[in-house]
């Protein structure tokens, strides 16, 4: 059975990090498509953009409030609304294939990923596609040193867009890159000039991440590591299920984001989370990058590292053998 | 969804994921269930799916039952039930202590 559900992509960012800017061009060029609706939330009223439009099959504008906090009931009357309409038309017929939502500045899309999943009616209609995060490159590294909104927004992405890269001078560019890369292994990274891609180069050899320190809303549990748990040979995914919601049921505040792709039976899944919240997994097509397959990575702090590895070697019944988790220092 | 009683409210748990055919779906139920009663005993727990109903049931040895319907569900009623969290990097569970 196919999924027919809708397609979400969630655009993040911090203020005047150049969502709207990249949005725009993405849909000039029909990066999302034909059939697609654009959900527009803005902290601050503003006037719609007709060039936004023009790329677009509909537009909603939500003016009342950051839709992760106070104007999170607009938001899900917004999309239920979108689902309805859709509902209304055969699978046959043209229409509705995806909402690109752009976040206000300040919001979480974590915080945005969980509403939708905690409301019955859309998480019958709507699949979180992506979570896309504009980075502004000029500001980032002010913004990540002391807001924690910012680095949440980082770590939530699945995809990082940096923009405003041509005015960056390139060693603060190489080393906002590496800083990424430490707070969000696993997301791609690209760039954008005014919302035209552009290549970035690669990563010099020395590019050295900021030392980020805590904040005053993380205490001190430490800063947040990416560490890679290898899956053993053949393990019983109904087990593998129980050590995980155990682990996101008593760490999920510590662990800000899972991913991997586990072999089962079925397929391959691609397993992913945002803080407790885990997105129904995705059975892969068999063709494809298979090296980083059974490796799970775990994002987040107040663990020890190599304790992952062992915690899940123990609830499966196998020996303590040899280190199956390693703590990437720096760049994964 | 059921029009009765609403059930399932979503479309499958993310930990339901890999069992394909209805045969599979009911196996891994059984399976699932035989794992998590081996883990909860030395909590004091029990867990039971006959299959029928939807739903895990736990229940503590002195009675008390909660039926629930997914894994999420499960970890915060055996906290509640348990007074503590099931923990996987608990030093204790890890053997450090």
Known sequence: ?332 | MCNACGNPAAPGHWTEAGAASAGDRLRARFHRAALLQSVLRPYGLTAHDGGVVPGIQIGTLTGAQAIVHNLEEVWAEVERLAGQAVDPLDPRYLGDD
Request: glycine letters at 8%; charged letters at 25%.
């Open chain 1, 1 to 332: 059975m196919t999924d027919t559900r809708l397609r979400l992509v969630i655009l993040g960012g911090y203020l005047g990090s150049g969502k709207t800017t990249w949005l725009r061009h993405q849909l000039h060029v029909g990066a999302f498509g034909l059939r697609v609706h654009v959900v527009v939330n803005e902290a601050a009223e503003v006037p719609v953009d007709d060039a936004l439009l023009a790329g677009a099959d509909g537009m909603t504008l939500l003016s009342g409030g950051c839709c992760c906090c106070a104007g999170r009931d607009e938001m899900i009357d917004a999309l239920r609304r979108l689902c309805d309409l859709r509902s209304r038309k055969s699978a046959v017929e043209v229409r509705l294939e995806r909402i690109v939502l752009e976040t206000s500045g300040l919001a979480d899309p974590g915080a945005i990923v969980a509403a939708i999943q905690a409301d019955p009616v859309l998480v019958n209609h709507i699949v979180v596609d992506e979570t896309i995060v504009a980075v502004d490159a000029l500001h980032a590294l002010a913004q990540l040193a002391t807001e924690p909104l910012g680095r949440r927004q980082v770590e939530a992405a699945d995809r990082l867009v940096l923009t405003k890269t041509d005015a960056c001078d390139p060693a603060a560019l190489a080393c906002l890159r590496a800083t990424l890369a430490v707070l969000n292994g696993h997301a791609t990274v690209s760039a954008a000039v005014l919302g035209e891609d552009v290549a970035l180069p690669p990563l010099p050899e020395d590019a050295r991440p900021a030392a980020l320190i805590a904040l005053a809303e993380e205490d001190g549990r430490g800063p947040i590591t990416p560490t890679q748990v290898a899956i053993p040979e053949g393990m019983d995914w109904s087990a593998f299920t129980l050590w995980l919601s155990a682990l996101l049921h008593a760490r999920g505040n510590d662990l800000v984001r899972v991913k991997g792709v586990v072999r089962t039976p079925a397929g391959r899944l691609l397993l992913q989370t945002v803080r407790k919240v885990v997105q129904s997994p995705e059975i892969l097509p068999e063709q494809g990058d298979m090296r980083r397959d059974d490796v799970i990575v775990f994002i987040g702090r107040g663990y020890r590292p190599e304790d992952l590895g062992r915690s899940l070697r123990r609830f499966l019944g196998l020996p303590a053998a040899a280190p199956s988790a390693m703590a990437l220092e720096g760049s994964p």
